[in-house]
Structure formats: structure tokens, C-alpha cells
């Protein structure tokens, strides 16, 4: 017996769930100590922005081949 993924219909971009799931960890790493915990949401928050700029670039012009 194989077990089912469970398929979720997503509402919003994977930008701006990156944005926001960011913000949260911003918001959470303000009320962390200096220490691992904070450097590893920071590590997360980064994580976040590259992905959202990878996105970008992955969508701009330059990236699509011609179509002859």
C-alpha cells in the first residue's frame, strides 16, 4: 500500500510566502539572545531572500529561450 501526498492548492506566490515566512523569523530572531538560535533564524531569513531572488531571476526575460 503506497501512501497518498496530500495536495495543497496554494493561494498565494512562492514569493510572497517566502516574504512573509521571513518577516515571521525577523519578527522571532528580535526576541532571541545573541547566541546559535538567533544565527541560525538569520541563516533561515537569508535563505528566504536568495530563493525570492532566485525566483526573480528565474522569471526574467533574459532566462527564457527564443522562440523561433
Excluded at 523569523?25 to 535563505?47: C, D, F, M, T
Excluded at 526573480?56 to 532566462?63: A, E, I, K, T, V
Amino acid at each position: 500500500m503506497t501512501k497518498q501526498r496530500m495536495r495543497i492548492k496554494q493561494t498565494t506566490s512562492l514569493e510572497q510566502r517566502l516574504a512573509e515566512h521571513a518577516e515571521r523569523l525577523r519578527k522571532q530572531a528580535k526576541n532571541v539572545p545573541l547566541g546559535s538560535e538567533r544565527k541560525q533564524l538569520l541563516s533561515l531569513i537569508h535563505q528566504c531572500e536568495v530563493a525570492s531572488h532566485m525566483i526573480d531571476w528565474l522569471q526574467s526575460p533574459g532566462c527564457h529561450p527564443s522562440q523561433d
